[in-house]
């Protein structure tokens, strides 16, 4: 019986001795990537200024840009954007639409006493625009209009097929939904 104790405990003793080995190269291969992550790397942010922001939401955006450079053996440096809220306790990010998307969490960030209506539609069209912008070329799509009790933001068009956001409000011109359609019905075009 002592023997079989005898094996199992030099099994241990192997097994130990292994999984210690294997987390110090872990450690070490950590320590190499975080040192070339530094390296290649550089983050900077920046508040957005702007009267919509200012006028519409209860909080600061920032633009987080992070620089990733000498990749694959290239001079070439590749950048990636972030558009953030600080809530004051949280960053909170945009959330990125690639289908029709419920915005509920977006009425939260809006200020209280918040009225879309004719004279600040422009500014909610420009908060838009900064908070999901529009490809450069696709500018000449943007439009807005209200119509059938609810205001639209298009952002995008495929041939017949517009997309963007619908915006309901109550009588008063307080936001009480907003969701991104990614295909119009024709009737509700302009």
């Not at 210690?20 to 390296?39: G, H, W």
């Not at 992070?66 to 306790?89: A, P």
């Amino acid at each position: 019986m002592s023997s079989i104790y005898k094996v199992l405990a030099a099994l241990l003793c192997t097994l130990l001795f292994y999984f210690q080995a294997y987390s110090q190269i872990n450690e070490q291969t950590d320590a190499r990537l975080k040192k070339f992550l530094e390296k290649s790397s550089l983050v900077t942010f920046k508040e957005v200024q702007s009267d919509a922001i200012a006028c519409i939401l209860k909080h600061k955006v920032y633009i987080i840009n992070r620089y990733t450079k000498n990749t694959y053996r290239n001079d070439s440096t590749r950048e990636d954007k972030f558009i953030v809220l600080d809530t004051g306790d949280n960053i909170i990010h945009f959330e990125h639409i690639n289908s029709d998307t419920s915005l509920n969490d977006f009425l939260g960030i809006i200020k209280d006493d918040f009225v879309l209506n004719p004279q600040t539609a422009p500014l909610f069209e420009d908060m838009l625009d900064i908070l999901y912008p529009v490809a450069a070329w696709k500018v000449d799509k943007r439009e807005f209009f209200y119509k059938n009790d609810r205001w639209y933001f298009l952002r995008d068009a495929y041939f017949r097929t517009k997309q963007g956001f619908e915006v309901t409000t109550d009588p008063d011109g307080k936001i009480t939904s907003i969701r991104y359609k990614m295909k119009w019905d024709e009737p509700l075009s302009k």
